[in-house]
């Protein structure tokens, strides 16, 4: 061996780093992140690529998506070794992995890549039926409020939330991160016949933050609010000021960006 050559761990050149893009409905599932006792969606991905690996995988995800939230966006790195191509091993995962988890892209990423800490938005949908009766297709999809909305009302006051705040009053009670001031690039509704779809981007989100959006302006759509109510939430940074917490079955993590 030569003077000043760098030997690699054999270990470390025997794998790869890649990203992938996942789809899951949550419905089953105790959140993205796991938990002792519980079935989580990471937990389900570590468990098949630990087995295809032959050794234990970490699994890295970039949102902590809640139970019985879905996704159609999570993104996640993990190391693997180089053993299979890209697409047999994609093929491999989505041939173990239950119905409602897919991997929907796979591939190489640099190794200083980070699922969650790069992240630089991310965008989130919250689904609402205002139907009498949920088509049997869309159970535990979407949120079921079957009530005349005001919808121009509701875009009016989601408008409002657009912009950098603290958002205490849109936190979980329990959270304790340092900071709740957060950049929300946009906010707002979309009507497709019964269904009203709020759409949400951010530098990043509270723990219940959309689902305690979604609660307010709910309330802002059944007149138990006005639009100009906003300002005044922000500013009290009062969680027992704002909406109830949605229901999760009509979020939706949709995409992430880097």
Known sequence: MQKGMIVKNDAASAEKKYRAILQ????????????RNALTVQGVVRE???RLAGHPVTVVGASRTDSGVHALGQVAHFFFPRKESIPDLRRALNALLPWDIRVMRLGPVGLRF???????????????????????????????????????????????????????SFA???????????????????????????????????????????????????????????PALLEARDRKRAGPTAPPEGLYLVKIWY
Not at 24 to 30: D, E, K, L, N, S
Not at 128 to 153: G, K, M, N, Q, Y
Not at 210 to 225: D, H, P, Y
Request: positive net charge.
């Open 172 to 230: 979980a009670a329990a959270s304790r991160v340092r900071s709740h001031t957060r950049t929300v690039f946009l906010s707002e509704f979309r009507r497709r016949g019964h269904n009203l779809i709020y759409r949400v981007e951010a530098d990043g989100f509270l723990h219940h933050m959309v689902r305690n959006f979604a609660g307010t302006l709910i309330e802002v759509g059944l007149g138990k609010r006005r639009p100009g109510d906003l």
């Open 48 to 50: 098949v690529l630990s």
């Open 24 to 35: 899951y409905v949550g419905t089953r599932y105790a959140g993205w992140q796991i938990q």
């Open 114 to 168: 980070h699922a969650q800490k790069h992240a630089v938005r991310k965008r989130y949908e919250y689904r609402i039926s205002t139907t009498d009766v949920v088509p049997p297709f869309l159970h535990a999809r979407v949120c079921h409020l079957p009530a005349s909305l005001d919808f121009e009302a509701m875009q009016t006051a989601a408008v409002l939330l657009q912009g950098r705040h603290d958002f205490s």
